[in-house]
């Protein structure tokens, strides 16, 4: 069974920081590349950031550009997303996917991604 949970999210003020972390189980970790996406009520998931299965290639939101980075630990079995300058618009859960394809965890809505975690709330008051 495969298991995506994250955890990190929370309440901060505008200018703050959080990491967000996603622990997968069931799958060998290191074969898939992985993805963060986020969801704000009303509206339609997003793509913020990826990264490749190795670790060697990343991608970004153009909004997010140089305020978040995405890392992951194949030891751990865990992908991270590092949000600083946190802007009330960052608002949303968000949500880790992976997938074996990298189009998949980089395409602007998460089409075909293979496994979701069920995200973290993030809210950013300004």
């Given at each position: 069974q495969?298991?995506?949970?994250?955890?990190?999210?929370?309440?901060?003020?505008?200018?703050?920081?959080?990491?967000?972390?996603?622990?997968?189980?069931?799958?060998?970790?290191?074969?898939?590349?992985?993805?963060?996406?986020?969801?704000t009520?009303g509206k339609?998931?997003?793509?913020?950031?990826?990264?490749?299965?190795?670790?060697?290639?990343?991608?970004?939101?153009?909004?997010?550009?140089?305020?978040?980075?995405?890392?992951?630990?194949?030891?751990?079995?865990?992908?991270?997303?590092?949000?600083d300058?946190?802007?009330p618009?960052?608002?949303?859960?968000y949500?880790?996917?992976?997938?074996?394809?990298?189009?998949?965890?980089?395409?602007?809505?998460?089409?075909?991604?293979?496994?979701?975690?069920?995200?973290?709330?993030?809210?950013?008051?300004?």
């Amino acid at each position: 069974q495969v298991q995506l949970v994250e955890s990190g999210g929370g309440l901060v003020q505008a200018g703050a920081s959080l990491r967000l972390s996603c622990v997968v189980s069931g799958r060998t970790f290191s074969n898939y590349h992985m993805g963060w996406f986020r969801q704000t009520p009303g509206k339609e998931r997003e793509f913020v950031a990826a990264i490749s299965a190795d670790g060697g290639n990343t991608r970004y939101a153009d909004s997010v550009k140089g305020r978040f980075t995405i890392s992951r630990d194949n030891d751990k079995n865990t992908v991270y997303l590092q949000m600083d300058s946190l802007k009330p618009e960052a608002t949303a859960v968000y949500s880790c996917g992976m997938a074996r394809q990298f189009l998949h965890v980089t395409n602007w809505r998460g089409l075909g991604i293979d496994y979701w975690g069920k995200g973290t709330l993030v809210t950013v008051s300004s």
